[in-house]
């Protein structure tokens, strides 16, 4: 393979030949039929293609839902004390705001308040503290979502205590046992077949929302909203949208959050991210405009403020704690700017097989937004990345992987290291004593050369069809957005045009941007950060990666090409 502009190799998905013939059959475009074959080798395509209310599986075939329902039943007729502790981020506040939901409407017995840790006093999980101050304050149920399942002395204090404990999880390493002494509600245990392994927290909390409101003369109604929070919880936290529940959480939710009404504070929130102001809310402003400002309390102050926000029913105040919110997410924003630049100085221009900077929390090594900043670097220097805030004897840091090295297993590798730790095969999180920086350091890049090298680190950009410019029109792009919801697992479709030429009277470098449109039909073509390869895009035909969508703005649409490379 010839390397790219960026240089990349660009490999294109397979796709079964007598599956694109059968897809043809149903009236799709060549492109459109040879794009869903690679995502899905079987299946009805009228069932993938229009994902519905029916595709959210029964609850009871989640292991241990049955006797989930039987406890929190017992604790409204007991009339018992029930605490919700969640994790800070969008999938945990999601899921904090569903139960509270769920919970406060199958009865008026139990007493029911929540929890959400905050990062700066208590860090990531299900911690002992909260377990003995739950003791203290006499809970008799804590239900928790999106931690838990690792969280093995904190259940077992809790139990000590004579406090039960529901877990609502997904972050199960495999080879991992949970908590012996709890209710699991958990796909990926090896007890569970439920159909959709791939649940994020906030929909395992849909599940048990579902299964609470069995019998309830409203509940489709009342699931319907909440997945208006599911939705934006499983983009947010990259789980695969592959399944055909995680696809009707997304398409269901999107229709939910376009159909409104809304309460006072999701309308706040939504006017705060600029929606429902005459486009569309799609997938995207799910995972970048609404997800950041969620995100953004747990970062930089406290999570419990977007709760309070999204169970507000004033509209004047929550309009003022959406602003603040917003202003949150701005101050997040200059943060992240400032720790990408000096991160990829630290980096040097030969970065290491598994790239490590640090620096201290007082020199404005913001623990809440090293996340942030090592996707940035993972992206840039095509590097597992590991950013790290430095408070004291000990560090946090959090990384980002390229698809070729499995970040918890990296992580796995340097475990005498480390304090705690966890995640996903993209993204993890851990605490390790800062004395021991160097050493992790080495050994996370000698757990590359030995796991792929050179290999796992080649910049590849899989694509799902080739096709000549002239096939660039509204039909395809209407085509190839009924694959969505995009996200995780399911991205937008990536094409190559071949031979493209510009438009040169069009063609122009503005700042970051270079937009031009390709001759020969009606697409813009734009790219971002790539000024300096205007004069080889003027030169000739060029091939050209991308993306194509439909730009809305102000009223008007256009058919563009977002570009993501060129040969």
Same mark, same amino acid.
């Not at 959709?196 to 019998?215: E, M, P, T, W």
């Not at 449109?517 to 697409?523: F, L, P, S, W």
């Given at each position: 393979?010839?390397?790219?502009?960026?240089?990349?190799?660009?490999?294109?998905?397979?796709?079964?030949?007598?599956?694109?013939?059968?897809?043809?059959? @149903?009236?799709?475009?060549?492109?459109?039929?040879?794009?869903?074959?690679?995502?899905?080798?079987?299946?009805?395509?009228?069932?993938?293609?229009?994902?519905?209310?029916?595709?959210?599986? %029964?609850?009871?075939?989640?292991?241990?839902?049955?006797?989930?329902?039987?406890?929190?039943?017992?604790?409204?007729?007991? #009339?018992?004390?029930?605490?919700?502790?969640?994790?800070?981020? *969008?999938?945990?506040?999601?899921?904090?705001?569903?139960?509270?939901?769920?919970?406060?409407?199958?009865?008026?017995?139990?007493?029911?308040?929540? @929890?959400?840790? /905050?990062?700066? %006093?208590?860090?990531?999980?299900? =911690?002992?503290?909260?377990?003995?101050?739950?003791?203290?304050?006499?809970?008799?149920?804590?239900?928790?979502?999106?931690?838990? +399942?690792? %969280?093995?002395?904190?259940?077992?204090?809790?139990?000590?205590?004579?406090?039960?404990?529901?877990?609502?999880?997904?972050?199960?390493?495999?080879?991992?046992? &949970?908590?012996?002494?709890?209710?699991?509600?958990?796909?990926?245990?090896?007890?569970? @077949?439920?159909?959709?392994?791939?649940?994020?927290?906030?929909? &395992?909390?849909?599940?048990?929302?579902?299964?609470?409101?069995?019998?309830?003369?409203?509940?489709?109604?009342? +699931?319907?909203?909440?997945?208006?929070?599911?939705?934006?919880?499983?983009?947010?936290?990259?789980?695969?949208?592959?399944?055909?529940?995680?696809?009707?959480?997304?398409?269901?939710?999107?229709?939910?959050?376009?159909?409104?009404?809304?309460?006072?504070?999701?309308?706040?929130?939504?006017?705060?991210?600029?929606? /429902?102001?005459?486009?569309?809310?799609?997938?995207?402003?799910?995972?970048?405009?609404?997800?950041?400002?969620?995100?953004?309390?747990?970062?930089?102050?406290?999570?419990?403020?977007?709760?309070?926000?999204?169970?507000?029913?004033?509209?004047?105040?929550?309009?003022?704690?959406?602003?603040?919110?917003?202003?949150?997410?701005?101050?997040?924003?200059?943060?992240?700017?400032?720790? *990408?630049?000096?991160?990829?100085?630290?980096?040097?221009?030969?970065?290491? !097989?598994?790239? &490590?900077? =640090?620096?201290?929390?007082?020199?404005?090594?913001? #623990?809440?937004?090293?996340?942030?900043?090592?996707?940035?670097?993972?992206?840039?220097?095509?590097?597992?990345?590991? $950013?790290? =805030?430095?408070?004291?004897?000990?560090? $946090?840091?959090?990384?980002?992987?390229?698809?070729? *090295? @499995?970040? +918890?297993?990296?992580? %796995? =590798? &340097?475990?005498?290291?480390?304090?705690?730790?966890?995640?996903?095969?993209?993204?993890?999180?851990?605490?390790?004593?800062?004395?021991?920086?160097? !050493?992790?350091?080495?050994?996370?890049?000698?757990?590359?050369?030995?796991?792929?090298?050179?290999?796992?680190?080649?910049?590849?950009?899989?694509?799902?069809?080739?096709?000549?410019?002239?096939?660039?029109?509204?039909?395809?792009?209407?085509?190839?957005?009924?694959?969505?919801?995009?996200?995780?697992?399911?991205?937008?479709?990536?094409? +190559?045009? #071949?031979?493209?030429?510009?438009?040169?009277?069009?063609?122009?470098?503005?700042?970051?941007?270079?937009?031009?449109?390709?001759?020969?039909?009606?697409?813009?073509?734009?790219?971002?950060?790539?000024?300096?390869?205007?004069?080889?895009? !003027?030169?000739?035909?060029?091939?050209?990666?991308?993306?194509?969508?439909?730009?809305?703005?102000?009223?008007? #649409?256009?058919?563009?090409?977002?570009?993501?490379?060129?040969?």
């Amino acid at each position: 393979m010839t390397p790219s502009i960026s240089g990349a190799h660009w490999l294109l998905a397979p796709a079964p030949a007598a599956r694109v013939e059968a897809l043809l059959a @149903h009236g799709l475009t060549p492109v459109a039929a040879r794009c869903l074959a690679a995502r899905w080798a079987d299946g009805d395509p009228a069932e993938l293609l229009t994902p519905t209310f029916e595709h959210l599986h %029964d609850p009871t075939k989640m292991h241990n839902m049955l006797p989930a329902l039987d406890r929190l039943r017992q604790a409204e007729r007991d #009339r018992e004390h029930v605490r919700i502790i969640t994790d800070y981020d *969008v999938d945990g506040t999601t899921s904090s705001l569903i139960l509270q939901a769920a919970l406060g409407l199958i009865g008026g017995g139990a007493a029911i308040d929540y @929890h959400i840790p /905050n990062r700066f %006093d208590e860090g990531y999980g299900f =911690s002992v503290k909260a377990a003995e101050k739950a003791v203290a304050d006499g809970v008799k149920l804590i239900v928790t979502a999106d931690i838990g +399942v690792r %969280d093995h002395a904190a259940v077992q204090v809790a139990r000590n205590g004579g406090v039960d404990v529901l877990i609502c999880d997904h972050h199960l390493p495999a080879g991992a046992d &949970v908590p012996p002494d709890a209710v699991v509600l958990c796909p990926p245990q090896k007890a569970c @077949h439920y159909p959709n392994r791939s649940l994020a927290a906030c929909g &395992v909390s849909l599940k048990l929302a579902q299964g609470l409101l069995g019998d309830h003369p409203k509940r489709d109604a009342i +699931v319907r909203s909440m997945l208006k929070l599911a939705a934006i919880g499983t983009v947010a936290d990259l789980v695969p949208l592959s399944t055909l529940e995680n696809r009707a959480i997304v398409a269901l939710g999107l229709r939910e959050l376009n159909r409104g009404p809304h309460h006072p504070g999701l309308q706040a929130l939504l006017d705060a991210a600029g929606l /429902n102001k005459g486009a569309a809310v799609r997938e995207n402003d799910l995972g970048y405009r609404i997800g950041p400002r969620i995100n953004a309390a747990g970062r930089l102050a406290d999570a419990k403020m977007v709760v309070e926000l999204l169970n507000c029913r004033d509209p004047g105040r929550a309009s003022a704690m959406a602003k603040e919110i917003d202003q949150l997410n701005t101050e997040r924003k200059e943060i992240q700017r400032r720790l *990408v630049d000096q991160a990829l100085e630290a980096a040097g221009s030969e970065p290491p !097989e598994f790239v &490590v900077v =640090s620096g201290t929390e007082a020199e404005g090594w913001h #623990r809440g937004v090293v996340g942030i900043v090592a996707s940035r670097l993972k992206d840039d220097l095509y590097r597992p990345s590991a $950013v790290v =805030s430095i408070q004291g004897e000990l560090a $946090v840091g959090s990384v980002r992987s390229v698809p070729g *090295v @499995h970040a +918890v297993e990296a992580l %796995d =590798s &340097v475990s005498d290291l480390l304090v705690k730790y966890g995640g996903h095969p993209a993204a993890a999180g851990f605490t390790v004593p800062a004395a021991k920086l160097d !050493e992790l350091s080495e050994r996370l890049a000698a757990f590359v050369r030995d796991h792929g090298g050179d290999d796992a680190l080649q910049r590849t950009y899989r694509y799902d069809a080739d096709l000549d410019a002239h096939e660039l029109t509204e039909r395809l792009e209407y085509e190839l957005s009924a694959l969505g919801p995009f996200g995780m697992g399911n991205p937008r479709p990536r094409l +190559v045009v #071949r031979g493209a030429e510009m438009s040169w009277v069009d063609l122009k470098a503005s700042g970051r941007l270079l937009k031009a449109r390709i001759k020969g039909t009606r697409c813009d073509a734009v790219w971002w950060d790539a000024a300096e390869h205007k004069e080889r895009l !003027e030169s000739g035909p060029v091939d050209l990666l991308g993306k194509l969508e439909i730009n809305e703005w102000n009223g008007r #649409r256009q058919l563009q090409l977002q570009i993501t490379d060129a040969r």
